[in-house]
């Protein structure tokens, strides 16, 4: 959809008309406080000396390295219900009464060509969340990214060209921006509804000026991630954070971030729902094995870095059973982990060996849920459709079965809804001078000592070059990714 063809102007909206004042316990909100912090509450969050809220431990992951700036490409930017009135950034904290609403959408993105998707890989990799090189190594990441992504490129269009030429989720987001959009109206919060991937258009950058532009005065990030991890919606803030405090106006803007949402009973409904409906396309429901398949990070981020991801998944996975249970569905369940990247180690286990291994076991009739996903993309259309199907059905089992993403269910967009009126209230100003919390650690080490930081450059270099060239390196990237 291109902004300008559905330009209008955006009705005001009392905050104190809101339906929805509770806040769901099951929500995690970060706020951005004028003192400079960022406090992640998962009730309220309150301007400055804010002792009462719940600090998570987002607070504790490394969000401060560098990230690549990507330029605007003159592409199209979605957004739905776009208004132009100008921003004032003389606006007084204290009129809050009428607000021009907006809620971001973050999502992964996805190259809609197969030309795309040689600078979508490189996109993907020059990010240091996903590839989170040494210290010594991070003057890298960008040859690195380079190199990966020509590696990778030829089998990962041969994936996407089996689904079609090109990633279904702009569309489906897009989709899903225009369903939330109606949805809040329909609760009494007409909305701008923006999209920001982190690797394709739409970029971040993109959605930002557009936000700006819009003259939004309050506004919810909402990631289409359920679970927080550092290499999803962690990256995805941490690019906004950078973003917003180098503007002016951005930085003055309220604003209010949905870190994750595994735990709202309007999802996890949602899933049991789709769950149970699949079960009965089986000639024996209750025989049928529940096979929860969630995207994977290396077992670095939860170990080293704090990342909550792994914890989030498996109460995630319980919430759902639980709910199931209570419907009178006893099906045995496992989660295993796809998608893993090179040569490092991941979240285990393995959805590739799990599903040997069931085979192996006896199991005949199994249902495939990918739960980390809220759209089909290449992980469900190619991954799990086609691969997986066919190693488990090699392996023994007879009856394959999957469950679609969320996509625009009602009740899921419902709940999206209601998760976006709760966070409201909560939204405060990022200062343009946090700074600090994203600061390059690099650049701070090399003012504090550059002769040593030059020889660590050199010493990186030659260790860098001999790790590149090693067979084990190059076969372990060639696999397709997203």
């Excluded at 600090?55 to 979605?78: E, M, W, Y």
């Excluded at 991890?229 to 690019?239: F, L």
Aim: charged share 20%; net charge neutral; proline share 5%.
């Amino acid at each position: 959809m291109n902004a300008a063809a559905t330009s209008h102007a955006l009705p005001s909206v009392k905050l104190s008309e809101l339906t929805t004042s509770k806040f769901n316990h099951n929500s995690s909100v970060v706020c951005f406080h004028r003192k400079h912090q960022v406090s992640f509450c998962s009730h309220t969050c309150k301007a400055s000396g804010n002792s009462n809220s719940t600090v998570s431990n987002l607070q504790k992951l490394k969000l401060d390295d560098p990230i690549k700036n990507i330029g605007l490409a003159g592409k199209s930017f979605c957004s739905v219900g776009v208004c132009t009135h100008p921003l004032s950034e003389t606006e007084s904290d204290s009129h809050v009464e009428e607000e021009k609403v907006g809620v971001l959408l973050l999502n992964l993105g996805g190259p809609e060509t197969l030309v795309d998707v040689q600078p979508f890989l490189y996109n993907l990799f020059a990010d240091p969340d996903i590839i989170r090189l040494p210290r010594l190594f991070r003057f890298l990441q960008r040859p690195l990214a380079q190199i990966i992504s020509v590696l990778r490129a030829r089998k990962s269009k041969e994936a996407y060209a089996s689904i079609g030429g090109g990633s279904p989720l702009r569309k489906i987001t897009d989709e899903q921006a225009a369903a939330l959009k109606s949805e809040l109206e329909a609760k009494k919060l007409p909305a701008n509804v923006y999209i920001a991937m982190r690797y394709w258009h739409p970029f971040t950058e993109e959605a930002a000026q557009q936000i700006k532009s819009d003259g939004i005065t309050r506004l919810v990030v909402l990631p289409l991630y359920p679970q927080f991890s550092i290499s999803t919606t962690g990256s995805s803030i941490r690019a906004l954070q950078n973003i917003f405090r180098e503007d002016k106006v951005l930085s003055k803007l309220p604003v209010a971030i949905i870190q994750s949402w595994y735990q709202r009973y309007g999802y996890i409904k949602s899933m049991a729902d789709l769950i149970e409906e699949e079960l009965q396309s089986f000639n024996k429901p209750q025989e049928v094995m529940i096979f929860f398949s969630a995207h994977g990070v290396p077992q670095t981020y939860v170990v080293d870095a704090g990342d909550p991801y792994k914890f989030q998944m498996e109460e995630c996975i319980d919430l759902i059973m639980q709910e199931l249970k209570a419907r009178g569905i006893e099906n045995n369940h496992r989660l295993a982990y796809q998608s893993r990247v090179g040569p490092v180690q991941w979240l285990k286990p393995y959805t590739d060996e799990v599903l040997v291994q069931l085979g192996q076991q006896g199991v005949k009739s199994l249902l495939a849920v990918p739960v980390s996903f809220v759209s089909e993309h290449i992980e469900t259309l190619e991954e799990i459709d086609m691969e997986y199907k066919e190693l488990a059905l090699n392996s023994g089992v007879e009856n394959w079965g999957r469950v679609p993403a969320l996509g625009c269910t009602t009740s899921f967009i419902a709940d999206l809804a209601d998760a976006v009126i709760e966070a409201l209230p909560s939204a405060t100003a990022m200062s343009a001078s946090s700074s600090s919390l994203i600061s390059s650690s690099s650049s701070q080490e090399f003012k504090r000592d550059p002769v040593g930081y030059a020889m660590k450059i050199f010493v990186g270099s030659f260790l860098a070059f001999i790790l590149l060239l090693s067979p084990r390196m190059l076969s372990a990237f060639r696999k397709p990714v997203v």
